[in-house]
């Protein structure tokens, strides 16, 4: 049997992660008050005021409890998105709109797979970032880092990306509805382009009643879809991980399939099983969004700008060509389709 913690071991844990977590939160309500003041992305200015008190990751007694916000409620954040998916979503679109998501996921991961060494990347930073654009934006890029063997630029890699892709994703938001207007999209394609394209859950969102209440509601159902992918890609990233790639300079593996990635799909079924009572499901969607915006606060504060900088021109140019091959996949195959 599994010894628990005494009551004075546990009373102790909390003490020494308390100040660190207590910080995060912080952090993170700014950023959810000032994005809520000023139509910003609440990560993206979590991220940034996280590492404008970057000091705080290293210094006093707040270290502890960072690095448990940004490794062990991260992943609790994204095993709850489990709570946003079920199989009754998909029925209202119809297998080829359906297939266009999946296939648009898959093949940007490919693309960027496969090009990332002409930009001078290495697989780990070329999987973080088709990843998270194929899917969704900056929770992907957590989930799929916490999967990938480590080394000493590990979170510089994975701050670009979150910035990289949020930045993208607001940029999206506002370009895309233009161009959905501009060629006449209908309400079912120009979601669908919406939905298939744009990083962030939030922006789509934004972008998709933008243009029309149908059209907000198809792109929101189609990034659910995208998100919905998290888990199967997760974990045949984790077998090949596992299969191919060198351990962690410790010795260490990624587990075959993450916890996290385990409670997301339970989490999934169980929703798509009407297991889970809407007010409790509501809740637990909310509950991941602030642990999400906590985590990435955090992520801020263990940051050195300067190195995170250092990844340079060819780490841009990569994200924004998996960006734009996404939109223009997505877009060809919905003109094809109506």
């Not at 006449?184 to 029309?212: E, R, W």
């Amino acid at each position: 049997m599994v010894a628990l913690p005494s009551a004075d071991a546990l009373r102790a844990r909390v003490g020494t992660l308390a100040p660190g977590v207590l910080v995060a939160v912080i952090v993170a309500v700014a950023a959810q008050f000032l994005a809520s003041h000023y139509d910003t992305p609440a990560m993206l200015l979590a991220l940034l005021l996280g590492i404008a008190v970057a000091f705080l990751g290293s210094e006093g007694k707040t270290p502890p409890g960072i690095a448990f916000t940004a490794r062990t409620l991260l992943r609790l954040g994204v095993a709850l998105l489990g709570v946003r998916i079920s199989f009754s979503m998909l029925a209202g679109l119809g297998l080829p709109l359906i297939a266009l998501t999946v296939g648009g996921v898959l093949a940007t991961i490919a693309f960027g797979m496969a090009v990332g060494r002409f930009f001078g990347h290495k697989w780990r930073f070329s999987l973080l970032t088709a990843g998270s654009v194929a899917i969704c934006g900056a929770s992907a890029a957590m989930a799929i880092s916490a999967i990938l063997p480590k080394d000493e630029r590990s979170e510089e890699r994975l701050i670009f990306t979150v910035m990289g892709v949020t930045i993208l994703s607001t940029v999206a938001m506002i370009a895309y509805p233009v161009l959905v207007q501009t060629l006449g999209l209908d309400d079912v394609a120009g979601g669908v382009f919406l939905g298939g394209t744009i990083h962030d859950v939030a922006q789509v969102v934004g972008a998709g009643y933008s243009v029309s209440e149908p059209t907000g509601d198809t792109a929101t159902l189609v990034k659910l879809i995208r998100v919905a992918m998290l888990a199967p890609v997760v974990l045949v990233a984790s077998l090949a991980i596992r299969r191919w790639a060198e351990p962690d300079p410790d010795g260490t593996r990624p587990p075959l399939l993450p916890g996290f990635v385990v409670a997301f799909l339970v989490l999934a079924a169980a929703n798509s099983l009407g297991l889970i009572p809407a007010p409790i499901a509501s809740f637990a969607s909310d509950a991941s969004r602030w642990l999400l915006l906590t985590a990435i606060a955090a992520v801020g504060m263990k940051t050195d700008l300067r190195s995170v900088m250092s990844v340079g021109g060819a780490a841009i140019a990569l994200i924004i060509a998996e960006t734009i091959f996404i939109a223009a996949l997505v877009l060809a195959g919905v003109k094809l389709m109506t």
